[in-house]
């Protein structure tokens, strides 16, 4: 009898485990946004968090600073694209998030989604002007704002106003803690191999090339909301961050410039901003096989999306604005 109740349970958590592996890799899974934890824990702070313990720990102590600040915001994820060795992204809860149209938390212009460009930290040490950056990120942009997967949404360019638009490098000690909602998408810009340390975990500065994070809304009790009844939870930002270390002579790195339609060993900005800001439309990492702009490993030029890619986005916008 014991035997088989325990068996019955074992079989519970299975199914659990599977549903939620399923929910993270299959972008059409319907999970429902979690509610309290039975522990009492705010599951702002733990949810069903996975990915590199360090990295799980930062975010969660961003979290907490965001919640002292009375904020009804938090980091859900941490996407990592990188060089050589690849690195498992971080996710605090499991659950698919979206942006919701028209959502005025965060000030939205009707259904369009706001990008915004930080021209401050435009410049690489590798030679590249903030205007060559600028430009790649605008044609990334522009690349997935072309596909016929997102022709449903408008990506309306947001103007640089000097007021910096970004918070997780102030909250990491690296510079001010700007003002969000300036944009949806913020490209923060380039940062030095200290930040990515402190962001990526061991050896962090030395593989990531860029990251994206993902901040939803929260309610008081720091659970994740869904206002429009979608059964995803509400994406509040994306911030994405450039790893200026490539391309330093002073470093180990000295041997993989940034650089503009360059291939490898060079770092085609382009290719990485297409990838970084795919996660601000919501894609995650898949493959290889097959490959994809979405890959978590950098593997050279690619500046148009694959099949794959076009069928994730198709997935997230396709019933745009409608849930
Ligand atoms: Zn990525």
Sequence with gaps: MRRTVLHGLFALVLGALLVAGCSRDNMNVNAPPSKSTSSGAPSLFKGNATGDPAVIATLLKVNQQLAAQGLNVAIESADFFTIGNGRPSARLHQLPYRWVPNDPRRSADGDNIRY??????GTTISGLSSAQTEGAIDAALSTW????ALKKVTLEKRPYTGIDPSIVDGLEGFGGIGTPFQ?????????????FDAIGGPGGGSGILGVT????????NGNPSDINGDNYIDEAFTETYYNNTFGDPSNDRAGFPWAINVPLPAIDVQTVALHENGHALDLGHFGPPPNAV??????GI???PFPPDDAGM?????SWPNP
């Excluded at 915004?116 to 930290?121: F, M, N, Q």
């Excluded at 979405?294 to 593997?299: F, G, H, T």
């Design 183 to 195: 944009a949806d998408i913020v490209n923060a810009g380039w940062y030095p191999r200290g930040f």
């Design 213 to 220: 994070f993902t901040f939803i809304f929260v309610d008081g």
């Design 302 to 304: 690619r500046q148009s």
């Design 145 to 148: 704002a072309s596909d016929a």
């Design 294 to 299: 979405m890959n978590p490993v950098y593997a």
């Design 116 to 121: 915004l460009v930080d021209v401050s930290h």
């Design 314 to 318: 198709n997935a997230v916008w396709s």
